[in-house]
């Protein structure tokens, strides 16, 4: 059975910054994409980061050039390196892994991530 598992997520300044990490077991097909969509009291969820196992990212536009998404060389680990951090970004983020040939996503349990000073 897939499972997900963030972790990383803290209490950090504005100016900050965090690394999220996210470990993906039991993946069966090559074909993915990993990342994380976060989601804050009141707004609706939001796709934060994602990279597809080709490497290929796409980001939200409020966090270009301040966050990063890696797949470095474990294809079942992703990292988001989060600077700048600002008060908005404060959510709680959710790593996932959408397998395209299903069509299927996991989901982990979530990471609070609080920008406050």
């Known amino acids: 059975q897939v499972q997900v598992v963030e972790s990383g997520g803290g209490l950090v300044q504005p100016g900050g910054s965090l690394r999220l990490s996210c470990a993906a077991s039991?993946?069966?097909?090559?074909?993915?994409?990993m990342g994380w969509y976060r989601q804050a009291p009141g707004k609706e969820r939001e796709l934060v980061a994602s990279?597809?196992?080709?490497?290929?990212?796409n980001y939200a536009e409020s966090v270009k050039g301040r966050f990063t998404i890696s797949r470095p060389n474990a294809k079942n680990t992703v990292y988001l390196q989060m600077n700048s951090l600002k008060p908005e970004d404060t959510a709680v983020y959710y790593c996932?892994?959408?397998?395209?040939?299903?069509?299927?996503?996991?989901w982990g349990q979530g990471t609070q991530v609080t920008v406050s000073s």
């Open positions: 996932y892994v959408r397998y395209l040939v299903t069509a299927t996503s996991k």
């Open positions: 039991g993946i069966i097909f090559s074909n993915n994409v």
């Open positions: 990279i597809s196992t080709g490497g290929s990212t």
